[in-house]
């Protein structure tokens, strides 16, 4: 068997690989319980006519891998659309054979192909081996910029009051 990876684009049958690679990325950055998406409103989102979310889906030998989730962002600075990369993960045992940068090449052929000019994801800052390999493509980090995030209590909040 050929250890030759290939990237695709996810269907809506893929729905159930997505949610184990999700949960397993979010046991690794120590938030397993965390996980609220369900196989069934993932599989509903990318039959959608107007889907929240891309994926890429990687396979070796016609196995899944590994999967990069993104969507689509707007920069005003630069009247540019760009690419909001949420979740990469590449299973264990098939790491350190060009998964994730197959899966980050397709990520950035799809931006320019669609004219975009920016791709920006979070790591977190003890994840030494992503933060690696994205120096390695040539990544810079944005060390001014603070993540702010408003959910649960606080957004019902803000929207009521």
């Given at each position: 068997?050929?250890?030759?990876?290939?990237?695709?684009?996810?269907?809506?049958?893929?729905?159930?690989?997505?949610?184990?690679?999700?949960?397993?990325?979010?046991?690794?950055?120590?938030?397993?319980?965390?996980?609220?998406?369900?196989?069934?409103?993932l599989r509903a989102q990318l039959a959608s006519e107007r889907p929240p979310f891309e994926c890429f889906v990687?396979?070796?030998?016609?196995?899944?891998?590994?999967?990069?989730?993104?969507?689509?962002?707007?920069?005003?600075?630069?009247?540019?659309?760009g690419i909001h990369l949420e979740d990469l993960w590449v299973e264990p045992h098939a790491r350190r054979h060009g998964v994730a940068l197959a899966l980050m090449r397709a990520i950035a052929r799809?931006?320019?192909?669609?004219?975009?000019?920016?791709?920006?994801?979070?790591?977190?800052?003890?994840n030494e081996l992503a933060l690696g390999f994205y120096r390695r493509l040539g990544a810079s980090a944005l060390g001014e910029w603070e993540t702010m995030r408003l959910d649960g209590e606080a957004l019902a909040r803000l929207a009521n009051g």
């Open positions: 068997m050929s250890n030759d990876v290939t990237v695709r684009a996810a269907t809506p049958d893929d729905a159930g690989t997505i949610l184990r690679f999700v949960r397993a990325l979010a046991a690794y950055e120590r938030e397993p319980d965390a996980v609220e998406a369900t196989e069934e409103v990687a396979e070796m030998s016609g196995a899944p891998v590994g999967f990069a989730l993104f969507f689509a962002t707007y920069s005003t600075w630069r009247a540019s659309t799809s931006l320019i192909a669609r004219g975009g000019a920016r791709l920006e994801w979070r790591v977190l800052d003890w």
